[in-house]
């Protein structure tokens, strides 16, 4: 597996516009082969931003490079920085990529 992760500083008092943008965007992400599952992360806040997270796993690094190229991530991103409401983000997003070594999950019940 492959998680893919960007991490926003977003202007304090802009975190529910930004919130917004990802909850009515249109991310294509479920018609994409090798995707497993995205989780929007919000952070601690500081003086001046709050730290907020996209965590996108996949089923391999191939998977997600083939995502970067594809016209579902062109339709996904196309409105990515447009807001009505004044700029967001203090700097770009901050990309980080990660090779799962380990995973542990919950047990499952033994069946009766």
Known sequence: MFIAMNRFRIARGSEEAFEQVWLNRDSQLN????????HLLKGPEAEDHTLYASHTVWKSKSAFE????SE????????????????LYLEHPKFEGFEVR???GLAKPAAA
Do not use: L, M, S
Not at 31 to 38: A, I, L
Not at 66 to 69: N, V
């Open 72 to 87: 579902a991530f062109r339709t996904a991103h196309a409105r990515a920085g447009n807001n009505t409401t004044g700029p």
């Open 31 to 38: 018609q994409v082969p090798g995707f497993v599952e995205f």
């Open 66 to 69: 083939d995502w970067t190229k």
């Open 102 to 104: 380990q995973t542990i």
